[in-house]
């Protein structure tokens, strides 16, 4: 009897391991099931924080401004990568690489660092533009989707199943068609309102302007020079000697006789002879090659020697040389002219409608061009527009999406943009080519005559169809001012748009980066 009772016994282990083998068994397919549908799906890259931003208020507060998922940060670092990878500073095989070694820093860290400002400059910029109510005026989402369509044709290209396929590969596992649009919305608004807020509420005024350059005009002056640099003769470490700096000072005082430009290329070209460089020196005397150098501001002179700067902005130095030492070798130069920029330049809008008639016949398209510039016309035709307005107009109507960033505004303009390309020419005859030698004024296009008109005014408006007919393009005129305003301007923007940033960033933002996490789930 014992031994029935323990064959009974026996068996009910028997029966109780294989249950037990079974759940487990189970539960492995469960967690196996579970594990590949998480993987596949992207819920952890989705869910878990890659970047956290945060303020510090005046009185020591801490708040969360913002957080960006591991997938959306990975967003930023593949933009960010592709970039770098492009210009070949970096592959796959260097991201571990030390980048900085100061720091240790690798390069993989450096570019979720660059992907960590711009996702903190993002939720700063769009924090600005929602309390602003910019909404209404934006048009990232249609941005968004026009961006989207590009990315299915390349998807399509590479022969992948799906968009979603597509994403999944360039930015990890998770990001699909509904995530990217909205991560390029958020990066595209921001865009969109820092060039708003520059163009309509930070733009110097005229007074401001006028007002800075009396204030500095030496800064935004212009002038013209001829210099020379001679260099000393060195001893067998590269260093200059006594006796070569002393050579050298002595050549460049020989070359400061000189009185006017042609005087000074001439006297390069003896100092070239007497080295035995004869070849630059015939070079100097036929005039191929020129000692002068014409607008150069007070800024681009501060990569040459100290000196050159207080002796070119000097309008008693008009006329005269002077030489200027340095370490290894003497600078010779004579001024020539300092003046303002007087060039004309123009600012103006644009709004691009495009033909979607392109597979007809010639006279189908240009049939299709003449309705859409119709179209263009009746957009117009209710009398001039404000330059806020019409951006406006651009918003609602353009086909161009990069004028739906920029509301396509085009400043500082030259006419040189608008010369009229000449033909190939056939084979002429020697008096056509002296003739052609001849300097003649350039000929410029419609559309630049029109911009540059004397009579021209703010709120003017051209329509211009392309030459192939696949665009329309209406064109509005701000204004034309001389370069050196221009340039005032310029400079004022960009101190105004630092100030502007500055306010962003008064609660001291700051961000941490998950950098396990983020590298962990790039999959």
Excluded: C
């Excluded at 507060?61 to 940060?73: D, F, H, P, Q, R």
């Excluded at 930015?171 to 390029?184: A, D, E, I, S």
Aim: glycine share 6%; net charge negative; aromatic share 12%.
């Amino acid at each position: 009897m014992k031994n029935s009772g323990n064959k009974k016994r026996s068996k009910k282990m028997s029966s109780r391991t294989a249950n037990l083998i079974k759940a487990l068994v189970a539960a492995v397919l469960i967690v196996s099931v579970v594990g590949y549908f998480v993987y596949i799906t992207g819920i952890l890259p989705k869910t878990l924080t890659g970047v956290t931003v945060t303020e510090t208020a005046e009185d020591g507060t801490t708040s969360v401004l913002g957080k960006a998922s591991v997938l959306e940060t990975n967003f930023y670092y593949a933009e960010q990568y592709n970039t770098y990878y492009y210009y070949g500073m970096v592959t796959a095989d260097t991201l571990d690489d030390v980048y900085d070694s100061e720091t240790g820093e690798t390069y993989r860290e450096m570019l979720l660092g660059l992907a960590a400002d711009e996702i903190m400059n993002n939720m700063l910029v769009g924090r600005a533009a929602e309390e602003a109510g910019f909404s209404e005026l934006s048009r990232a989402d249609a941005y968004a989707e026009y961006d989207l369509e590009q990315i299915e044709s390349t998807a399509e290209l590479y022969g992948y199943s799906t968009t979603d396929h597509y994403l999944s590969a360039a930015y990890g596992t998770g990001m699909n068609v509904r995530l990217y649009k909205q991560y390029v919305a958020k990066s595209i608004l921001a865009q969109e309102y820092a060039e708003y807020v520059q163009q309509f509420d930070l733009m110097p005024t005229d007074e401001e302007v006028e007002a800075a350059y009396s204030g500095n005009s030496d800064e935004y002056m212009l002038v013209d020079f001829n210099y020379y640099y001679v260099p000393a003769e060195t001893d067998d470490d590269g260093n200059a000697t006594e006796e070569g700096l002393a050579d050298a000072k002595a050549a460049a005082e020989e070359i400061a006789k000189a009185t006017d430009s042609d005087s000074f290329d001439a006297a390069v070209a003896a100092y070239l002879e007497e080295t035995g460089d004869t070849e630059s020196a015939e070079s100097y005397e036929s005039g191929e090659s020129t000692t002068y150098t014409e607008g150069f501001t007070s800024a681009y002179l501060a990569y040459l020697e100290d000196g050159f700067d207080e002796f070119l902005f000097d309008e008693a130095n008009l006329g005269k040389t002077t030489v200027i030492e340095s370490d290894a070798g003497v600078y010779v130069a004579l001024l020539d002219k300092i003046y303002a920029d007087e060039t004309a330049t123009v600012s103006y809008r644009t709004l691009t409608l495009t033909n979607d008639n392109t597979d007809g016949t010639d006279e189908e398209i240009a049939a299709s061009a003449a309705d859409l510039k119709a179209e263009a016309e009746a957009l117009v035709s209710g009398g001039t527009m404000s330059s806020l307005d019409f951006y406006k107009l651009i918003k609602d109507n353009t086909d161009d999406m990069t004028e739906v960033v920029t509301g396509g505004y085009n400043s500082d303009v030259t006419i040189d943009n608008f010369v009229v390309e000449e033909e190939e020419a056939e084979e002429t005859t020697e008096e056509t080519e002296t003739e052609a030698e001849e300097e003649t004024e350039p000929e410029y296009t419609e559309l630049g005559q029109w911009l540059f008109a004397g009579d021209r005014a703010e709120g003017d408006t051209y329509i211009e169809t392309s030459d192939d007919n696949s665009t329309v393009t209406i064109y509005y005129f701000i204004d034309n001012v001389p370069g050196w305003k221009a340039s005032v301007r310029s400079s004022l923007l960009s101190e105004n748009y630092e100030a502007w940033q500055a306010g962003l960033e008064a609660n001291s933002p700051e961000y941490v980066i998950n950098v396990g996490w983020v590298k962990k789930f790039i999959y």
